[in-house]
């Protein structure tokens, strides 16, 4: 039947049996965005406390990025991955001048960035550690869904999925220097952390444990790759997370707040293992001028306003607020760093929570039944905290 001949509703409906299954949606048709909030088919408004999964780091369409579209597309959309672009190379100068990094890979998600840092740790065991290619990552950490980042990724329920899985990764308990020394062998290329584990519930790594991982990684030859898909561009209230363990890695990823919800990564790494050879790493889209254009006009907009100290002032704002439910409600263990912060419930109800307050207008996400966790728009303002926590407030007394 034509498009033209049935009506809205009833596309809607036959479009969501087109839609390859992999996800439980709420039966919600997510329409427009400005800000931070989001409005639906129906026209009724949200107010966004998941922030496109850690993405909008501007709020929904913000000027700097409609007007970057705008003009770069009238001026070159594509010239392909095999030339040079104006924006690529402004873009690359713009994060090597504002992290400890020389050299920038640019791909559309953070799977693709991951990908890329494995890639590149294996090929420096190959070349620099007798054919090492085992990376040690975190049980509860995430790195993407692609097959090899599937298998960097300490899910346990994904143990068994997909088998076989790539070979080569290692999963230790976060902050547990015993294991990780033991689990370090000749084979071993790289260590890989997020962190502030995201997916897993935000759970950060301790300073002083990061600082002797870096110093095992200099005695030892190990790479340390930090993936900051979900930290980096000012979630954290730094520009990059790393920022606040007084450390620096030798790898980073990049990808959700670079493109501030456009499709963008990054792999950013020192200038000495700048080591890939022609051919090795690549990518039809790496550096597509559209996604320069705008992930430049993104963090030129995080570093003129100082979007991380919002972050910062807001998330300790949010921190007080929660700390002020805690008893109450008996909420435990309030963290996180910025505007990725995570909180334990008392009992597994997080998807409860979070369907109630999808009803009364607030976006938020459980990522395990027993936690809640919030990551909202830089942007956001303290009335938008307020209204938040009101909404809650009401669905806590309602569902605890
Ligand atoms: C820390 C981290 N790494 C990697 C990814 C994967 O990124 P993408 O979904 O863009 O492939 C995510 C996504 O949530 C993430 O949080």
């Known amino acids: 039947m034509s498009n033209a001949l049935i009506s809205e509703t009833e596309l809607m409906e036959k479009g969501k049996q087109s839609i390859l299954f992999t996800a439980v949606r709420p039966d919600v048709v997510m329409e427009r965005g400005v800000g931070m909030h989001l409005w639906d ?8 406390f998941i922030g496109g999964w850690a993405v909008t780091c501007l709020g929904h369409s913000p000027v700097v990025i409609t007007k970057s579209l705008e003009e770069q597309s009238r001026k070159l959309v594509n010239a392909s991955p095999s030339f040079y672009n104006k924006p690529m190379l402004e873009f690359a100068k713009l994060l090597t001048d504002h992290s400890c990094f020389d050299r920038v890979f640019f791909g559309s998600s953070g799977a693709e960035a991951n990908e890329g840092a494995i890639k590149l740790a294996r090929k420096y065991g190959s070349l620099y550690r007798n054919g090492a290619y085992e990376i040690i990552t975190t049980i509860n950490g995430f790195h993407g869904r692609t097959l090899a980042t599937m298998s960097a990724t300490g899910k346990q329920k994904w143990e068994d999925l997909f088998a076989p899985k790539v070979p080569g990764f290692k999963h230790v308990p976060l902050n547990n220097l015993d294991v990780l020394r033991q689990a370090i062998n000749p084979n071993t290329c790289a260590i890989m952390y997020e962190p502030i584990q995201g997916e897993g ?5 301790e300073e002083a444990y990061i600082k002797e991982v870096r110093k095992i990684c200099d005695e030892q030859g190990i790479l340390l790759i930090f993936d900051e898909v979900q930290t980096g561009i000012g979630r954290t209230g730094k520009l990059f997370a790393y920022e606040h363990y007084g450390i620096e890695p ?8 670079i493109g501030g919800g456009f499709p963008l990564a990054a792999l950013l790494v020192k200038e000495k293992y700048n080591i890939f050879e022609a051919g090795d790493q690549g990518g039809t889209y790496s550096g597509q001028p559209l996604a320069m254009a705008v992930g430049m006009a993104v963090v030129h907009e ?48 997080g998807s409860e929570i979070a369907a109630e307050c999808l009803k009364e207008g607030l976006l938020i996400n459980s990522p395990r039944p027993i936690m809640i966790r919030l990551m909202p728009p830089l942007i956001v303002a303290k009335e938008d905290v307020d209204e938040m926590f009101s909404i809650l407030f009401a669905v806590l007394t309602r569902v605890l």
């Not at 519930?201 to 790594?205: I, K, S, T």
């Not at 790898?251 to 959700?256: D, G």
């Open 250 to 257: 030798d790898i980073m990823t990049l990808a959700k707040g």
């Open 41 to 48: 088919t129906a026209g009724k408004k949200y107010l966004d």
């Open 302 to 349: 995080v570093l003129n306003k100082d979007i991380a100290a919002n972050a910062e002032k807001q998330g300790l704002y949010i921190k007080a607020k929660l700390n002020e439910l805690k008893e109450k409600f008996a909420l435990k263990d309030i963290r996180g760093k910025g505007l990725l912060i995570g909180f334990d419930l008392p009992s597994p109800k």
């Open 201 to 205: 519930g935000v759970f950060e790594v």
